[in-house]
């Protein structure tokens, strides 16, 4: 069910029953992290990796996302190792450098935190990282995780959103979910939830369906509602 703010300063403005959030690129600012760790590992291939090469893996799972890499630049390897030895530079570069947060991410988390609307990481990346994130968000925010490896079809399919909103004990379509690729958007807006698109380092074409948002630092209780309330008014017979 959708929620109503409880506050005195938002009465009768509607929240959604939770919040799924894309990680990499929506709450976190490490896909500087994954470029620097592909192009450490692709380069002791011999790939010359540069940022337009990063385009073309970012919303995908770590292995397919290697695979996809590895056959566009026709060098024979182990999607499976090269994948999981750039996540794992990842887990270093975040461990040493600390875990960087994009505009509004924190502020939003705690927000809804304090309403208690639940969230959930909803990500490609793997458990390891996504646990290293989720022990540094605020207090109370991101109860539930959903990685790329404990789904059995990860984005564009729609599974990791549906488990996400499971996880939380809702239903997806009283959900609202947060991404920045075309894959996640694709897998966000197929399970049924309210899907907002926040582009980041790459464009996201215009669809039915998908609400645009500039930065997670306008994701006010007023955004909530107007989106919540058009999905409502879209949804009557």
């Excluded at 705690?110 to 994130?133: C, D, E, K, M, N």
Aim: net charge negative.
């Amino acid at each position: 069910m959708i929620a109503d703010v409880t506050s005195t300063a938002h009465a009768d403005l509607l929240l959604p029953a939770g919040v799924l959030f894309d990680m990499d690129g929506t709450l976190t600012d490490s896909e500087k992290f994954w470029y620097q760790a592909q192009r450490e590992i692709f380069g002791n291939l011999g790939i010359s990796w540069g940022h337009d090469d990063q385009k073309l893996v970012i919303g995908l799972d770590i292995v397919d996302g290697a695979q996809r890499a590895l056959e566009h630049f026709g060098v024979q390897a182990d999607a499976e190792q090269v994948g999981h030895a750039i996540a794992q530079r990842v887990i270093e570069l975040a461990t040493e450098y600390g875990v960087p947060w994009r505009p509004g991410a924190l502020e939003l988390l705690t927000w809804l935190a304090q309403r208690g609307v639940p969230s959930a990481l909803v990500t490609s990346s793997y458990l390891p990282f996504a646990t290293i994130v989720a022990n540094n968000a605020p207090q109370g925010s991101l109860e539930a995780l959903v990685t790329g490896d404990r789904v059995t079809h990860s984005k564009p399919h729609p599974e990791p959103f549906q488990m996400a909103a499971r996880l939380l004990g809702h239903a997806p379509g009283d959900c609202v979910a947060f991404e920045d690729s075309v894959y996640g958007v694709q897998s966000a807006h197929d399970s049924g939830a309210v899907t907002v698109a926040v582009p980041y380092q790459v464009p996201i074409p215009s669809q039915p369906g998908v609400i645009f948002l500039d930065s997670l630092e306008y994701a006010t209780a007023e955004f909530f509602d107007r989106i919540l309330r058009e999905r409502h008014t879209l949804s009557q017979p």
